[in-house]
């Protein structure tokens, strides 16, 4: 059973900025993908970003520029470092990570992001 502890949610003025990390332990096999989604009420989950082992990302529009993932494979440690925040990047961000050799997927518990003044 992989374990994922979340760190760095916060309150932060526009334009501010925030890094999340992410821990990932009791993996018996590689966890290929690591990322963030984030979800404020009433809406889906939606990608914030992710990337692979091998250092592939991946992420939507909305966050390009601003955002930047990057992960350090032997610590199993995915970070997310948010700049140029803005009101709409409030949410809780969910840590990921894929197993693909146990078709298994996990999640963080959250950590709620406020961008407010």
């Known amino acids: 059973q992989v374990q994922l502890v979340e760190s760095g949610g916060g309150l932060v003025q526009p334009g501010g900025s925030l890094r999340l990390s992410c821990a990932a332990s009791?993996?018996?096999?590689?966890?290929?993908?690591m990322g963030w989604y984030r979800q404020t009420p009433g809406k889906q989950r939606e990608l914030v970003a992710t990337i692979t082992t091998d250092g592939s990302t991946n992420s939507p529009d909305s966050v390009k520029g601003r955002f930047t993932i990057s992960r350090d494979n032997p610590k199993n440690t995915v970070y997310l470092q948010m700049n140029s925040l803005k009101p709409e990047d409030t949410a809780v961000y969910f840590c990921y990570a894929g197993v693909p050799f146990t078709k298994t997927t996990y999640w963080g518990q959250g950590t709620q992001v406020t961008v407010s003044s």
């Open positions: 009791g993996s018996r096999f590689i966890i290929y993908t």
